[in-house]
């Protein structure tokens, strides 16, 4: 439990932990956090402890791939290096911000309770140092301890109660603006004893709507928490809460991610699109059919599965997906999926060489199932990171799926165009596939823009998403040239008032359109604090 109201800022908890672990500049395992209220001479500076909160139900555990992440048995959430691959997942997936990549073992680490000097009897670093008694800790579950007495006793909070991970750190004496990251204006100047350094990781700033804004502008207003500290006093001007010093969080994941969705779901498309020509009659005695289609697709499976590792802090420990695998994480069971596609892949690709076009066909149908589950499992690893919850979105499933099938459709148009022939039946198909992966994806556009938001995180990176930093990203790539222009393209060649070369054209539209929404989406999710 961090008692608020003892606690003087001095940083002892930081530098004890640091000490004790060896923790590199950089990088924390608990620091803390300051803001500041009120307008001269009238003014307040308050301090917030924050570190991993060793939930009950943690998120990270669950997501992450190699069980590097573990619950004791004592409850603490602990680590273990050297089965980490760095795949960032648990940052994604921890509400608090707790998590980090060591700078010198490319791992990550957090607080774990410091369960080399509990398990002889001694009480954490940061307890022991700090001076003023703010920082308590035992055992919860014995109601004779100390701990377990103030948190029955006391009105204590605890952070993002919503996300129920049933935290086990405990604030007493807080109000929203010490624990909730969106209820103080964000440092946007770089703080106290730090300059401010411009970049894309910037807090974005851009106005919110006031008509469903709160009075920060943080749309405080949105579902309110009703176990949430009591609200902020903005004194007799209204002048919000500030962050002036906090530590730094950059984005965890990136354009490899990003563009990683788009290489999965071209492969997985191809295949979409090759069944939809079948059912419309096309001829699969031909090179497309027979081993060009599960050779390109296999292709852009191996580059899916190029970016996979080299997003990894440790590539070198790759293997460990398949070796030491968590079934729980979708990372896992994505592994299990790639695996099972590239097998199918070369199956169809032998079957093709030597002519077998029964078994083609036969592969083809089966290969479909294993190309949605291909196209669609990183809306259930997304769904694993509960810390973002733009990502936890009901429509992101259906959302790649069509962008999988408008890729696959404009791919398939582009390579026979580029003189792999098919005939008129598969090219009909081909731009009827890209126009309706294309119109899907404008129709599931419109119910993201259109729905009620539950979440105050939501709201705030959808603004970031449309009206904020990642705008021209979504509107003019992710939109236009994803949605619109492959759309219209695709029915004008599929009722033949355009040539197959048009559909060519809205194919790469589609495909970098899809890129541009993807990985707006990807940052957007990210760019709202937890911390």
Known sequence: MIDQDSCIGCHACTVACKTEHDVPLGVNRTWVKYVEKGEWPETKRFFSVMRCNHCTDAPCVEICPTKALFKREDGIVDFDTDRCIGCKSCMQACPYDALYIDPGEHTAQKCNYCVHRVEVGIEPACVVVCPEQAIIAGDLDDPDSYISQVVATEQVFVRAPEQGTKPNLFYKGADEANIDPLHADPMTDGGIWRDPVGSWLSVDLTPRDEAVAGPIGNLNEVAPNPTAPPG?????????????????????????????????????????????????????????????????????LALTGVLLVWDLKRPDRFYYLLTKGNTSSWLVRGAWILTAFAVLMGVWFFAGVAGADSLVRVVLWISVPAALALAGYTAFLFGQAEARDLWQSPTLLWHMLAGAIAAGGGVALLLTQLGIGVDETATTAFAWTLAGGAIALGLIAMVELTAKHPTRNIADAMHHLTRGQFSAEWWFGGLALGVVVPAVLGVLVATGVADPWAGAVGGLAAAAGIWFADDAFVKAGQSVPLS
């Open 232 to 300: 902020i006093d903005y004194g007799k001007r209204g002048t919000p809460p500030r962050v002036v010093y906090n530590a730094s969080h950059p984005m965890p994941w990136g354009w490899r991610v990003s563009s990683y969705f788009l290489t999965k779901g071209i492969a997985a498309g191809l295949i979409v699109a090759l069944a939809m020509a079948d059912l419309a009659g096309a001829a699969l005695d031909n090179a497309w059919a027979r081993w060009v289609t599960p050779l390109v697709a296999g292709l852009f």
